[in-house]
């Protein structure tokens, strides 16, 4: 089972398929472990801005503040989809009562849904789902809004005018790193991301020396061809986010 303690495991074994790929043990590769932490680092910030697999939708209740019209929200909310009402709504200030009792709704439940011998069809149910969209266009029951997704700051444009009111937020969140690194379809694109990464950090460290002396004539080094390998693996690997790949929010077997 995944959970956030295993972000550490899992990002470890990041670093352990690299190594392997690159012929640690067998070779000295030079790269420390802030390097192998950059280069996921930067696979995982490149997945986040390409790939819709790196959201998911999800909800949550706001509990609404008197005269408050702006609130902070987590830092992992991407974007605010649209903002609900539990009821029809009302600007009244009133706790109960008014718009807020639904006589409509309660006759509907009583006549179609608890009365087993009633008949009900599917037009008088289209008709009121209709009624209740042009009432909650009426009273309230939309919220309008503004959503700023740098400072993560949601502008209720409304006033509340109620103490405590509850709504329901749809949201996209970004998905936790460990979900991502273990993702069925984003995993292999994240290890040769990374692997990519690490092949640019250690081709540029190479490249500032051709050679290296030694006590038998010294020897090459690959800088260069690695710097080669590292930029076309990231091309290849960008385009397949672009063909879905790596997997997409609503999507299932999309490759090509």
């Known amino acids: 089972m995944l959970t956030a303690s295993s972000s550490k495991e899992e990002r470890q074994n990041v670093y352990n398929y690299c190594r392997a790929m690159l012929g640690d043990g067998m070779i000295d590769v030079e790269l420390d472990p802030i390097h192998y932490d950059t280069a996921l680092n930067r696979a995982l910030t490149r997945f986040r801005q390409r790939s819709p697999n790196a959201v998911e939708e999800s909800y949550f209740f706001l509990e609404l503040k008197q005269d408050q019209n702006s609130y902070k929200l987590p830092d992992e909310i991407v974007e605010v989809r649209q903002l609900f009402r539990r009821s029809v709504g009302s600007r009244s200030g009133m706790g109960s009562g008014g718009t807020l009792f639904e006589p409509f709704n309660l006759a509907y439940t009583n006549t179609y849904l608890l009365n087993g011998t009633m008949l009900g069809g599917i037009a008088t149910y289209e008709l009121f789902a209709q009624y209740q969209e042009l009432v909650g ?11 700023n997704p740098t400072t993560k700051i949601l502008t209720i444009l409304q006033r509340p005018f109620m103490e405590g009111e509850m709504i329901l937020c749809r949201t996209y969140n970004y998905k936790p790193d460990f979900v991502i690194i ?23 460290a190479r490249s500032k020396f051709s050679s290296i002396s030694g006590p038998t004539g010294g020897g090459n080094l690959n800088g260069a061809d690695l710097k080669s390998a590292g930029k076309e693996e990231l091309e290849k690997l960008d385009k397949e986010l672009e063909t ?6 609503g999507y299932t077997f999309i490759i090509g």
């Open 182 to 204: 273990n993702d069925l379809y984003a995993k292999q694109w994240i290890l040769d991301y990374t692997l990519a990464n690490c092949k640019l950090i250690l081709g540029e």
């Open 137 to 147: 266009r009426m009273f309230g029951s939309y919220i309008e809004y503004t959503w």
């Open 244 to 249: 879905f790949i790596s997997g997409g929010t």
